[in-house]
């Protein structure tokens, strides 16, 4: 028994059908509905976790952190800004009357 493999080949002149286009765009449609689907549903899944971590829910979660740990910790840098500003005015000041000295 032999068997033989019959390749499809296009000659010119030889075009796709109506129906054949029909079929390959309906392929590629399910192809990509499906794969809308199943990164949408990835997203929303994700979208839930990350929203769920910024809800308070007593300390553990994201806001909490923040609220509780970093907000204070940046009013502290904040007032440390303002006083290293100060001190830099009053050097500058210093520093132009000891040039202003030395002209004179």
């Known amino acids: ?3 033989s493999l019959h390749i499809v080949t296009t000659t010119p ?9 029909a079929t390959t ?5 399910a192809t990509a509905a ?12 994700w979208l839930k976790g990350f929203l769920a971590e910024l809800k308070p829910n007593g300390g553990s979660s994201l806001n909490d952190k923040i609220n509780l740990e970093i907000i ?11 006083v ?5 005015a009053k050097l500058e ?3 132009e009357q000891h040039l202003d ?3 004179e």
């Not at 002149?13 to 286009?21: H, K, L, Q, S, V």
């Not at 499906?34 to 899944?45: A, C, E, H, K, P």
């Open 34 to 45: 499906f794969i809308g689907v199943i990164g949408s549903w990835i997203m929303r899944t």
């Open 84 to 88: 290293i500003g100060e001190k830099l």
């Open 101 to 103: 000295d030395e002209v």
């Open 72 to 82: 204070p910790m940046l009013k502290e840098l904040r007032g440390d800004q303002i």
């Open 25 to 29: 765009l309906a392929g590629f449609t």
């Open 13 to 21: 002149g030889d075009y796709m059908t109506a129906a054949d286009w």
């Open 1 to 3: 028994m032999r068997h």
């Open 93 to 95: 000041g210093r520093f």
